[in-house]
């Protein structure tokens, strides 16, 4: 379990627990597992998703494909209480193998694995490695297993980078391989930021086509823009890619990354430090008019990227006492969560619950509250702007000055509203227990 910082200094009873006693924090707030390794699997062109799971699984499963992935069906097998109790999940699961290969247009197979399958020994040995030329690709992802659906990305796209990744072609100098499920518009941005250095983006995973799995190799370096990808870089480190850690964020963070590919991909220096100190200039620029300034905001997520928003809002001028992810502490967060303390951030916490955040909330006084949906709402019925981490800022540009501005000038409007929810909260609490004002 990872180590959570403590609020106060001794902590509370429990120093590893600040917030509340004998918790349990295996299944911290997330979503499925399988959700993130779906997101990944089923937008790979050609590749057709076999899932072994129950039934009701399954139905929930179906949603995301059509709504957040790909609009694909999930070939699956009906396992019901009389199926698992059978012992016949391994042919179930060669079976619905056989009829993901039937379907038109598919090139790779991935067997997404769930609770279910992995309690009942499903043996990937057993698994045919293809099928009419068409690989088989098996992805665990149980969620006993894996804490985070974010992390569940991680696990699916590793899997089968290692199965297509090209080992045998040369690394192409100055290019960079970036790892992260990012706005469409950054991976443009950073690649024409690095083009003036002399380097390149080569691909962005987790991609659209296996053809980009086999190109990731091939770069000189990857940059893990999220710090959950711990396998898919570790698969292109084993290929003699070199790593740099953190992303292109806020003033600090972007001349600091930019000097970091720049040594990776070994650019001419006085280039490379050319164009930081502009990005840092223009940064730096917007920054000086501390749009955020005097604002206390939380920040609380479970797409594993919350400690670079936070890094945006401090440099912003805001008060951030707080952060809080599903995903596990790792080499990957030490330098955001590092920055973070330097700069006020009281609590970094880990594998986080939705008691944690209700606690922050009751220790802070916050302005805006960036969180799930779950404390968003809870959030709003105290009157406070809040608004749900994923679908409000995940979806925006980030990276680099203009991501940057454009980030916290949208939560700088954000602010503004904080008379309608107080308007909000006293028409409720002037309402009869009639609803009737």
């Known amino acids: 379990m990872a180590e959570i910082i403590p609020l106060t200094p001794g902590g509370a009873s429990d120093p590893s627990e600040p917030f509340k006693e004998s918790a349990c924090k295996l299944h911290p707030q997330t979503m499925c597992p399988a959700f993130g390794a779906l997101r990944v699997l089923a937008r790979l062109e050609g590749a057709q998703p076999a899932m072994i799971t129950d039934t009701g699984c399954l139905y929930g499963l179906t949603f995301v494909t059509h709504f957040y992935a790909a609009r694909k069906s999930i070939v699956a097998p009906a396992l019901g209480t009389a199926e698992l109790s059978s012992g016949k999940v391994q042919e179930a699961a060669t079976a619905a193998i056989a009829e993901a290969a039937s379907e038109p247009n598919v090139s790779v197979i991935p067997v997404i694995s769930l609770c279910v399958a992995e309690t009942a020994g499903l043996a990937e040995e057993l698994l045919p490695s293809s099928i009419d030329g068409k690989p088989v690709v098996l992805v665990r992802v149980p969620a006993y297993a894996i804490h985070s659906h974010p992390e569940a990305k991680d696990i699916a796209l590793a899997a089968v980078l290692r199965r297509f990744v090209d080992r045998e072609r040369a690394h192409e100098p100055g290019a960079l391989v970036l790892v992260g499920e990012v706005f469409p518009a950054d991976p443009l941005i950073i690649d024409g930021v690095l083009r003036k250095m002399g380097g390149r983006v080569l691909t962005t995973l987790p991609g659209r086509h296996v053809d980009e799995l086999r190109l ?59 164009v930081a100190a502009e990005e840092e200039a223009a940064a730096r620029g917007f920054l000086a008019s501390q749009p955020l300034k005097g604002a206390t905001i939380m920040v609380s997520g479970y797409e594993g990227n919350e400690m670079l928003y936070a890094r945006l809002l401090v440099e912003g001028g805001a008060h951030v006492p707080y952060v809080s992810t599903s995903i596990g502490q790792s080499m ?87 008379p309608l929810y107080e308007r909000m909260v006293a028409f409720f609490a002037d309402a009869d227990p009639g609803g009737t004002p």
């Open 216 to 274: 990731a190799g091939c770069g000189a370096a990857v940059a893990a823009l999220h710090p959950f990808y711990r396998e898919t870089v570790g698969v292109l480190r084993e290929r003699g890619v070199g790593v740099v850690a953190g992303a292109p964020i806020g003033a600090d963070g972007s001349a600091a990354w930019l000097r970091a590919v720049g040594t990776a991909l070994e650019l001419d220096e006085a280039v490379v430090e050319q």
């Open 332 to 418: 990957l967060t030490a330098a955001d969560e590092a920055w973070l303390k330097a700069h006020g951030t009281e609590a970094v916490v880990y594998r986080k619950a939705i008691e944690d955040d209700k606690a922050a909330m009751a220790r802070w006084r916050f302005d805006l509250v960036i969180g799930t949906t779950t404390l968003a709402a809870y959030a709003k019925e105290l009157g406070i702007p809040s608004v749900y981490y994923t679908n409000i800022l995940s979806v925006r540009p980030l990276f680099l000055a203009g991501g940057m501005i454009a980030s916290l000038s949208f939560v700088r409007e954000l602010m503004n509203r904080r």
